[in-house]
């Protein structure tokens, strides 16, 4: 006859390679998103600031873990920015870049990977009331 503690260790080891597998089945479809900043003229926007966050979609829980939702970065010379991994749904993208208009703009990424092409506009003209 089997050991009674051997026999329940093996069912705790089943039970918990189930959980496992279950919850990487039910784990929120990610993106990996490739952001390209130019100006009008076609040229890279080099040392924008990029700030990435999700806003709505599938879960941001995976196998228990916060699954990181925000991201500040900035580009480089060739004016991209690479997110390695965010939850599909809706994204929020902000960029900030000196001598250019703030770009903000909201995207659904439903794909396993996206390229986002921004154009960067010029500064608008001020005017004073003096």
Known sequence: MPDRGNLLRQLAVFVLALAVLAANA????????????????????????VVVRFVQ???????????????ELRTSQDGEASIPSIPQGKILVQIIAKGYQTFGNTFEVTEPEKTL??????????YSAH
């Open 117 to 126: 092409d921004i154009t960067l506009n010029p500064p608008q003209q001020q």
């Open 26 to 49: 039910l784990a929120a479809p990610m993106t990996k998103i490739n952001i390209v900043v130019k100006n009008q003229s076609g040229k890279p926007v080099e040392r924008a600031s």
């Open 57 to 71: 979609g599938h879960s941001i829980v995976k196998l228990g873990k916060a699954v990181k939702t925000t991201f």
